[in-house]
Nanobody
Framework: QVQLVESGGGLVQAGGSLRLSCTAS?????MGWFRQAPGKERDFVAA????????NYGDSVKGRFTISRNNANKVVYLQMNTLTPEDTAVYYC????????????????WGQGTQVTVSS
């Protein structure tokens, strides 16, 4: 069983930045992030393939968020810049054996989630 442990969430003011980290117990081909705001469905945020050659982003975060990974340490990062209150959500790390074009049906493993709150 692969374990994913997120860290780096917290409270930040609008316009600020945060970096989330997700450490995996073993390397998985594609890793990424989803988020779920209160009362809303879980949405895709970003994903990256094993070599970092392919990345994908949700429309609402393109140009503001950057995903990267360090395979030696089995860590995937999500650098979040220019945060807005609409980015407030629980952010979940996800891993897939298939593709960086993630959808929830492809996810084999989930982290427990980390809260990101952006104040106005």
């Amino acid at each position: 069983q692969v374990q994913l442990v997120e860290s780096g969430g917290g409270l930040v003011q609008a316009g600020g930045s945060l970096r989330l980290s997700c450490t995996a117990s073993v390397s998985v081909y594609a890793m990424g992030w989803f988020r779920q705001a209160p009362g809303k469905e879980r949405d895709f945020v970003a994903a990256i393939d094993y070599n970092g050659d392919k990345t994908n982003y949700g429309d609402s975060v393109k140009g503001r968020f950057t995903i990267s990974r360090n395979n030696a340490n089995k860590v995937v990062y999500l650098q979040m810049n220019t945060l807005t209150p609409e980015d407030t959500a629980v952010y979940y790390c996800a891993a897939s054996h298939k593709s960086a074009r993630m959808n929830e049906g492809d996810i084999a493993y989930w982290g427990q989630g980390t809260q990101v709150t952006v104040s106005s």
